[in-house]
């Protein structure tokens, strides 16, 4: 069973926008934290955003602030990325995760989350 699935992913010029999805299968989703990681070829994985079980605890890694932001719809098991100003070093495959504890607030240390999704790739064009 696969429940974590990633959308939105595409190809897009530097500048432009994407909005990426990803859709839990799990009835208990409003009860975790929720983020997102990015890896580019020839580099590890790294924190993008996080964002609380209720939406009121948000961080951002420092190089997409003011420009990404995260939200969830806990009634739709959807947790969102909204992508505007986006740059060629933003290329990467982006995936959602899901925190491995109901404890967890919002994380941006990867060994806090124990589910993740297939990954979805973003391309920005120069």
């Known amino acids: 069973q696969v429940r974590l699935v990633e959308s939105g992913g595409g190809l897009v010029q530097a500048g432009g926008s994407l909005r990426l999805s990803c859709v839990d299968s799990?009835?208990?989703?409003?009860?975790?934290?929720m983020g997102w990681f990015r890896q580019a070829p020839g580099k590890e994985r790294e924190f993008v955003a996080t964002i609380s079980p209720s939406g009121s605890l948000i961080h951002y890694a420092d190089s997409v602030k003011g420009r990404f932001t995260i939200s969830r719809d806990n009634a739709k098991n959807t947790v969102y990325l909204q992508m505007n100003s986006l740059k060629p070093e933003d290329t990467a495959i982006y995936y959602c995760?899901?925190?491995?504890?109901?404890?967890?607030?919002?994380?941006?240390?990867?060994?806090?989350?124990?589910?993740w999704g297939q990954g979805t790739q973003v391309t920005v064009s120069s």
């Open positions: 799990a009835r208990t989703f409003s009860n975790y934290a």
């Open positions: 995760a899901k925190s491995l504890s109901t404890v967890v607030e919002a994380a941006s240390t990867e060994r806090l989350y124990d589910t």
